[in-house]
């Protein structure tokens, strides 16, 4: 690779050509203050915050888009250069909603902190505020314009990494606000509420609707018996937030400090997992043995599922029926474990920990409850339970840990790469082969399904048929698959997709990584490696090897796909159109 | 599509029809009545005058009498404006009333109508164009056709050289001589920043790339600016020719004419003529049969000011938001669609068939040192002759203002005049004698600008004349970057504070502060200059600002809030009339003894100075 010498702050380096001046700067170790830079998503050179001074050249440079070139002389750290700096930051805060004692992102604001770290002492240049507006009519996202700072890092990520274009600026200058078409809410217009906006916002302007609320009041009701079902990539991320390092497996201090808000049970969604394999191979099979409709594809991902309604209502019936695990698992635990444990499902409250926002949305759809009982009552994030933990003065850092209760509590390890992308059809693969050929595994990892690439493909043999599969996650890459589909040219019988770049492990629900971080650490292997490596220490490594499955059809079910099955785990999708009457 | 000769057949034919517009030796028995067919007369209905000319004209049955629909004389103040040729004769103010007369008077009976001549600003008629002083010192090139030729047909155009540069660099140039002859001409961006013409084809023609477009910035956002609308109105051809020229010399085979919306006229004329160009060959494929391929589109603008910044312009013409990208990489390099493109304003373009026909010696032969050429202007404000102007570069303002202008109306003094709009900054009376060119301009703290020259009289506050600038910027920010965002609105606000009497110590240092900051953090040209007619006034006129800062009063007695309406008890004879008047009751007193008036109450809106019999009653 080409190389070039430059000088930053007195810093003499070799760096790549093709490096920015922030690039080159963080590899310095020389701290160039950023608001709008997320990399290789949002590179426009709006907030002023990162420029320098750059010998010979007119007026400062904007180092986060500035390619280095030979010889370049950077000085980050001028008083002209702190004084704009500082200037520019006054300004955007005599333009904020500065209620930051009582913000959500409060100690994790990249807007608050660069505060600190150019020592603002006060704001000497205030004035009228802009108008904004709140949209709070979604099940899954706030968006409160006063605390924007209009970096547009929410508006780059639907655009170029999830391709949705929902959201933009609307208005102009000092009325400049970001919003959909129409001044609509987030509700009505084809967001797939995928929540990837709120990992991408340095302030508080975006954020899920709030639910701990309602689970305080639940678990405060005596009436109730309130459960807890936890994804599996919650387990990967939720030590983050209370400062253990991206990638910790804190599953049995989640537990632990799940029961210390009282929940009377507290259960894994990997079972709920281990279950929709079941009922999605199935399908599967039957589709393979039936010459089905070709290529199948998941439906676990709440977000996926409404970008789907939304911009493929021609193509729904290549989702697979069956329910979201959580789902699943909530009308399971309202049927069978109320039946068996002799409990009023109606009295029953289940809520969901999920690394996600629009499983908000997915809880409240009409079609998830069985004889008027939701299956699922209320949705936390990842992020939610953290601060409720913390609020009952729980510190997963220093909690002793507890196993998950039973009898629902053992799933299996296929049930916990579900969290990750490739990770759903790694466990439908292991169930669906070993079934279809009868004869055990001979290797239970699909290595070729896994990793960070866009879309994978693979061919898999099973018996004397090949089975092709393709896996896309981020809905930019889920976007192409369908098109593939709609022009006949998907070679595929079985896709999976994630909405989340990543899979759930990056979910709209989890904790949130600030841009430097998300520019400097693979937070997606990390957290994804810390699943593969739970599938690896467990004991049985295959849904349908689950003996708590095993029982449930013994017990209840009878066989997947069977009625009883469709009712409880099954459900249906139809087209959603936007601004039809208007 | 044409040969080379069958263009040079067209030219010679319609040059023998329509040269007498030029020839004032013409003795034959053709005239022609031309008509000004600019946004200005348009509107003030000339369109009717043609109307009725054409038929009071069949009516007479009339031969030999062409009317005509040009582009902009420049004489804008005066219009409609009629001129009839070869006799050269200029009608000012027309109405359509006036039609039958100057029909059956001058053009049946040979007479003119005296009572219709442009009158100079001292009263007396003048027969012909020349002889009015608003003319005598002007230099045509970019306007050469403007107020000459029908802009909606091609052969006009033609006629006058028109398609010969083209014809020109298709069959004896390379790119590198076009390129050169550009360079060695000394152009300057017309659009403001006075960039050098020729470099910048230059970095555009050395770009690498399968596909590059030219690109024409037809934006014209500043307050009062109408120079590219009326080269666009007058002579669309120009504009098509040149860029055909730019095409060819940087090996672009695509181009964009960006227009704003707002300006009709220019749009359809430009259609029109893009469409006749493609007609003839002049567009297209094989163009005069040299293998040489282009072609043009007109991408219309909603508008914003901040589409003239040439980034945000390429996002709105690529159907995105209008807002600035950062540079690099610059245009040349990445620009419309990421291919190199070639981006010039409409002033520039509209020299370059001129240099290509006389030469780049003949145009740096105009002009001072650094900046050849001329420069329109349009000139507004409190100035006689509002209108359009070209001049030489190195002309003085002093010069623009009383000789071109015709001076100050009403008796009023000159105050100020502002170039380069919401950019630039103003020019006091000490400067009048400032020579007309970038350098210059810049070393006085202000600049040349687009060509927006908006003259100010003594009745003009000048914090409210940045204020009134500031409101446009903060209106016109895009919004991207939080300097200009944010920080211009701060600026209003502390300008708005001063104007309503509130302004307090500190707020000049206040507004500089901001200012340096701005103008240095902000990510494109709108935010990096928005500060300039705060500081320029700030640097000519403090002794106003603090005179409302400190004294509470605007010395021009422009800002209302700071004046009181007084009621000199000297002359007041108790009539209460003014009291009567009032239309919140703010004015007491006894009959017969003086009234006063009660200042908190007054809205000063000077109903009462206007009653007062006695004239008892001012501002002060």
Redesign the interface.
């Known amino acids: 690779m080409d190389k070039v010498k430059i000088t930053i702050d007195g810093i003499e380096m070799e760096v790549p050509k093709t490096y920015t001046i922030l690039d080159a700067a963080r590899e310095a170790n020389v701290d160039i203050p950023t608001l709008c830079h997320l990399k290789d998503i949002n590179e426009i050179g709006a907030c002023r915050m990162c420029i320098v001074e750059v010998e010979g050249a007119r007026g400062f440079v904007t180092s986060c888009v500035m390619p280095v070139s030979d010889g370049m002389v950077v000085r980050t750290n001028t008083p002209a250069i702190r004084d704009a700096r500082k200037t520019t930051l006054e300004l955007l805060l005599s333009n904020h909603n500065r209620s930051c004692l009582t913000c959500v992102r409060s100690g994790n604001c990249e807007l608050q902190a660069l505060a600190r770290k150019l020592n603002v002492e006060g704001i000497e240049f205030e004035g009228e505020k802009t108008k904004t507006s709140i949209d709070d009519l979604s099940p899954s996202i706030v968006r409160d314009n006063s605390k924007c700072i209009l970096c547009k890092r929410c508006v780059a990520v639907c655009k170029k990494v999830q391709e949705v274009s929902a959201i933009n600026t609307m208005n102009r200058g000092f009325k400049s606000e970001i919003g959909s078409a129409c001044n609509k809410s987030l509700n009505d217009v084809p967001c797939s509420l995928c929540g990837q906006c709120i990992e991408a916002c340095p302030t508080g302007a975006l954020r899920e609707k709030d639910a701990t609320q309602k689970v305080w009041e639940a678990l405060n009701n005596p009436e109730l018996y309130v459960i807890v079902q936890t994804a599996p990539a919650v387990r990967a991320a939720i030590g983050e937030e209370f400062g253990m390092p991206i990638g910790t497996l804190a599953t049995n201090e989640m537990v632990a400090g799940l029961k210390r808000l009282g929940f009377n049970k507290v259960f894994d969604t990997n079972t709920g997992a281990d279950l929709t394999i079941m009922e999605e191979g199935t399908e599967l099979i039957e589709r393979i043995n039936n010459n089905g409709v070709f290529p199948m594809i998941t439906s676990c991902s709440p977000g996926w599922v409404r970008y789907a309604e939304s911009n493929y209502p021609d193509l729904l019936d290549h989702l697979s029926s069956a329910k979201s695990p959580h789902q699943m698992f909530g009308a399971i635990l309202k049927s069978y474990y109320a039946e068996k444990e002799n409990i009023d499902p109606k009295k029953m409250f289940v809520v969901s920990v999920m690394p996600c926002v629009a499983k908000k949305s997915e809880s409240e759809r009409e079609e998830m409850e069985v004889d008027g009982v939701r299956d699922v009552d209320a949705v936390l994030t990842t992020r939610e339970a953290a601060r409720m933990m913390k609020e009952a003065g729980v510190d997963l850092s220093k909690i002793e840990g507890a196993p998950f209760d039973n009898p629902m509590g053992d799933a299996s390890g296929a049930g916990a790469i579900f969290g990750t992308t490739g990770g759903v059809m790694e466990a439908a693969l292991r169930t669906v082969k070993e079934i279809l050929t009868g004869e055990p595994l001979d290797k239970i990892d699909f290595e070729e399904v896994r990793g960070e690439k866009g879309i994978k493909e693979a061919t898999i043999k099973i018996g004397d048929k090949d089975i092709k599969v393709a896996i896309a996650h981020g809905l930019g890459n889920a976007k192409r698959i369908m098109d593939m589909i709609r022009d006949g040219n998907a070679p595929y019988h079985f896709v999976e997709i994630m909405a989340c770049p990543g899979g759930c492990v990056m979910g709209g629900g989890q904790p949130i990584c600030d841009a430097k971080t998300r520019a400097t650490v693979d937070v997606r292997k990390l957290r994804a490696e810390a699943l593969y490596k739970l599938d690896k220490e467990l004991p049985i490594r295959k849904s349908h090897e689950n003996p708590v499955i095993k029982k449930l059809y013994e017990e209840y079910l009878e066989k997947p796909g069977s009625h009883k099955a469709h009712k409880l785990l099954h459900t249906s999708y139809h087209p959603r159109h936007y601004f039809e009457n208007e | 599509m044409k040969s080379i000769e069958e263009l040079s057949e067209i030219r010679q034919r319609t040059l023998e029809e329509i040269k007498l517009r030029k020839d004032r030796n013409y003795t034959g028995k053709e005239k022609h009545v031309l008509v000004c067919g600019g946004t200005g007369c348009t509107s003030s209905h000339s369109m009717e005058i043609i109307k009725r000319l054409e038929e009071k004209i069949k009516e007479k049955n009339i031969q030999n009498v062409r009317v005509v629909r040009t582009g902009c004389f420049g004489l804008c103040a005066r219009g409609p404006i009629i001129v009839v040729r070869p006799e050269d004769t200029f009608y000012a103010m027309a109405k359509v009333e006036d039609v039958d007369e100057i029909v059956e008077k001058h053009l049946v009976g040979g007479e003119i109508v005296e009572r219709l001549l442009c009158k100079d600003i001292d009263g007396t008629a003048v027969k012909s164009l020349d002889d009015l002083n608003f003319y005598k010192k002007q230099h045509r090139v970019v306007l050469k056709n403007c107020g000459l030729i029908d802009p909606e047909n091609i052969d006009e155009y033609i006629a006058f050289d028109g398609y010969k540069a083209l014809e020109k660099v298709l069959t004896s140039m390379t790119p590198e001589e076009v390129i050169k002859e550009v360079s060695d001409s000394g152009l300057r961006g017309r659009g403001g920043a006075g960039f050098p013409t020729g470099r910048k084809w230059e970095f555009a023609k050395n770009s690498v790339a399968d596909q590059k477009y030219v690109a024409c910035n037809a934006d014209e956002g500043d307050p009062g600016a109408f120079m590219d609308r009326s080269v666009l109105e007058g002579d669309p051809h120009s504009i098509v020719e040149a860029m055909a020229i730019a095409a060819y010399a940087i090996g672009a085979t695509k181009g964009y004419v960006y227009v704003r919306a707002e300006y009709p006229i220019a749009v359809k004329r430009l259609q029109i003529a893009i469409d006749q160009a493609q007609e003839y060959g002049l567009l297209g494929k094989n163009i005069m049969g040299k293998g040489f391929e282009f072609d043009l589109e007109i991408r219309l603008g909603a508008g914003?000011f901040v589409c003239g910044e040439e980034t945000a312009l390429m996002e709105s013409v690529e159907g995105k938001?209008g807002?600035p990208?950062?540079r690099?990489p610059f245009p040349a390099v990445k620009g419309l669609f990421g291919k190199p493109t070639l981006l010039n304003n409409v002033e520039t373009y509209a020299n370059i068939t001129q240099i290509i026909l006389n030469g780049a010696s003949w145009f740096a032969s105009i002009g001072t040192e650094k900046s050849k050429g001329t420069k329109v202007f349009a000139l507004g404000g409190n100035i006689n002759n509002v209108g359009l102007v070209e001049v030489p570069m190195g002309i003085t303002l002093r010069e623009i203002v009383y000789d071109i202008g015709g001076g100050i109306p009403n008796g009023r003094k000159f105050k100020a005049a502002q170039t380069g709009g919401p950019s630039g900054g103003c020019i006091p009376e000490e400067h009048l004698d400032t020579p007309i060119d970038y350098e210059s301009l810049i070393a006085i703290g202000s600049m040349m600008g687009s060509g927006g020259l908006i003259i100010m009289d003594d009745s003009t506050c000048m914090v409210n004349l940045a204020r009134f600038f500031l409101d446009f910027t903060?209106?016109?920010?895009?919004?991207?970057?939080?300097?200009?965002?944010?920080?211009?609105?701060?600026m209003l606000?502390i300008l708005e504070k001063m104007v309503a009497g509130k302004g307090q110590v500190g707020d000049v240092e206040?507004l500089e502060?901001?200012a340096l900051?701005i103008k240095?953090?902000?990510?494109c040209g709108l935010g990096?200059t928005a500060p300039n007619p705060v500081l320029s006034t700030i640097r000519y006129f403090r002794e106003e600002y603090d005179a409302h800062i400190k004294e509470k009063r605007c010395p021009s007695g422009e800002c209302k809030a700071m004046t009181k309406v007084m009621i000199d008890k000297e002359k007041c004879k108790g009539c209460s009339a003014c009291s009567r008047k009032c239309p919140v009751n703010a004015i007491q007193g006894e009959l017969k003894q003086p009234f006063e008036i009660d200042q908190d109450k007054c809205i000063k809106c000077g109903v009462c100075i206007a009653t007062c019999p006695f004239k008892a009653i001012s501002r002060v």
């Open positions: 914003a938001r807002e990208r950062p690099p903060v209106d016109e920010s895009c919004g991207k970057c939080p300097p200009c965002r944010i920080g211009t609105k701060r606000e206040k502060k901001l900051n240095r953090s902000s990510l990096q």
